[in-house]
């Protein structure tokens, strides 16, 4: 047997090689279209697609400036009369409305005064009524009746002036505020002019900016403007109320200033915060 296989030419192997091959594609064949009908059947996905409209829009051209709150309004009292301190009706931090009395010097001096004074004008007015029923009867010459009616005159101006000077002796709020620093204690000496008191109005706010000269150009009286701070939950928008005619030289930039409220007294002069400020429109 292995002398035939020996003795085999080489046409029968390539014979043998060309049955084989058809074999395996007869094999292949029968697979694939199984195969085909596989690949057919499975599911195909879809992807949702959707379309948006491109719209053309103008764009804000926004600056973000610092601005810093200042207090609307604060004033430093001083006493009108000199004398020493007997009386304190506020401390440091207290809020006080316009009218209340803060301070009063010793007025005693000054209240003999205006005693006198009104001693002096009820003597007069009596004078002058019996000056009267004299001239009825012609006792009393004109001139005579004249001079007592020129020092009645006198004596109540006197009377105004005393009461102005016992007056003075009080200090009073001239607002509604709070009183940020209060300098004189009880006992203490004080002389016209020193301040004494200082006091914040705090129910309203000034939002300060300083702007760069090539912005200045659109800021303008009564526009809106927002204020953003670190730790407010809530913008604050206030209104410009005031806008610098000339810059500061050092800066170059232009002082703006806006009115806002400020409910609760929540924003406090020295806070710092950030302003959109909108140039123009592209």
């Known amino acids: 047997m292995l002398d035939r296989l020996k003795t085999m030419s080489r046409g029968s192997w390539t014979l ?3 049955l084989g091959c058809i074999m395996a594609g007869i094999v292949v064949l029968a697979i694939l279209p199984k195969e085909k009908e596989e690949l057919k ?24 400036y610092p601005a810093r709150v200042e207090a609307e309004r604060l004033v430093r009292m001083a006493a009108e009369q000199s004398g020493r301190v007997v009386w304190l ?5 207290a809020v006080v409305t316009n009218g209340q009395l803060l301070l009063k010097v010793d007025d005693r001096m000054f209240a003999a005064t205006a005693d006198r004074a009104a001693a002096m004008l009820k003597q007069v007015t009596d004078d002058l009524a019996r000056m009267e029923e004299l001239r009825k009867s012609g006792a009393v010459s004109t001139s005579d009746h004249e001079n007592m009616a020129t020092q009645k005159q006198m004596a109540e101006v006197a009377v105004r002036q005393a009461h102005v000077d016992l007056d003075r002796c009080s200090l009073v709020s001239v607002m509604n505020g709070l009183i940020e620093e209060r300098a004189v204690e009880v006992g203490e000496y004080v002389n016209p002019g020193v301040p004494l008191f200082t006091l914040v109005a705090l129910d ?8 760069p000269e090539p912005d200045i150009f659109v800021a303008r009286t009564g ?8 730790g407010l939950r809530d913008v604050v928008t206030g209104r410009v109320a005031f806008v610098a005619s000339v810059a500061d030289p050092r800066s170059n930039t232009f002082r703006v200033e806006a009115v806002a409220p400020n409910p609760g007294r929540q924003l406090k002069p020295g806070v710092i915060g950030k302003v959109p400020f909108t140039r123009r429109i592209v």
């Open 41 to 64: 059947e499975a599911p195909r996905q879809s992807i949702p697609v959707k379309t948006v409209p491109v719209l053309m829009t103008d764009l804000p051209d926004v600056a973000i």
């Open 16 to 18: 043998l090689a060309a």
């Open 89 to 93: 009706g506020a401390e440091k931090g």
């Open 223 to 230: 526009q809106t403007i927002d204020f953003v701070v670190t």
């Open 204 to 211: 309203s706010v000034k939002l300060v900016l300083d702007i």
